[in-house]
């Protein structure tokens, strides 16, 4: 998921991934953060570390 202008949306994003009854184990999760202004690392970051 590219991460550029979509910091609004990830924590719905991320809530709604984590409300999921399926199995995230064998999930793979991909966030393209580069450069671009913006807060999605500082919301993405904090999920993964659960």
């Known amino acids: 998921?590219?991460?550029?202008?979509?910091?609004?949306?990830?924590?719905?994003f991320l809530e709604q991934v984590s409300t999921q009854t399926n199995s995230l184990e064998n999930a793979e999760f991909l966030f393209v953060v580069d450069s671009s202004p913006?807060?999605?690392g500082q919301i993405i970051e904090p999920w993964?570390?659960?």
Do not use: C, H, I, K
């Not at 998921?1 to 719905?12: G, I, K």
């Open 1 to 12: 998921m590219l991460t550029d202008n979509v910091a609004r949306y990830l924590s719905d």
């Open 48 to 50: 993964f570390e659960g």
């Open 38 to 40: 913006g807060d999605s």
